[in-house]
């Protein structure tokens, strides 16, 4: 099955939870880091992931053009969507649902909010101060969720065969 994976990163966590799907996928995973890199033609894959980290709520803009300039190719496609943030719970669901597009979410066959990291050596002056005052923490810290992601790239493989229901 090939498959595609579009993200976007901004320090670097998505990246690496990139490459954690990626391995577990297998053979046949192209990565495209939006970025730096023009996206490949959405209909040449069987499968699709897209993934971006949050920033003062928002996804990156890049995923946002990537999923509103490709809705009705990634309808026909078998879809996946994820955030990396620091939120968890109730707020992280809300913001996974803000990132994307609402008949996006409704297609994916999976869905997840996978953690985040503050990496204080990738940020600038700025971020930093933001970060210190808003989420009151002062130095790296990571709360990447690998069992998460695991469950997520298990959900990606799962094979959906209807006539199971008639054995």
Known sequence: MKTLITYCTTHGCTKKVVSEIAQFL??????CNLKKESAPDV???????????????QIQKKVKEFCKNNVEA??????GLFICCMEEG??????LQEAFPEE?????????CLG?????KKMNFMEKLIVKKVAKIDHSTSKVNYDAIH???????KIFNPFLFFV
């Open 151 to 157: 469950s997520f790239s298990n959900n990606m493989n």
């Open 116 to 120: 985040g990291e503050f990496n204080f």
């Open 90 to 95: 109730e707020k992280a669901e809300a913001q």
């Open 26 to 31: 297998g053979e046949g995973v192209t990565t």
């Open 43 to 57: 209909s040449e894959f069987d499968r699709v992931i897209i993934g971006g980290s949050i920033h003062a709520g």
């Open 104 to 112: 996006l979410l409704i297609h994916a066959k999976a869905t997840a």
């Open 74 to 79: 990634l309808q026909k496609t078998e879809l």
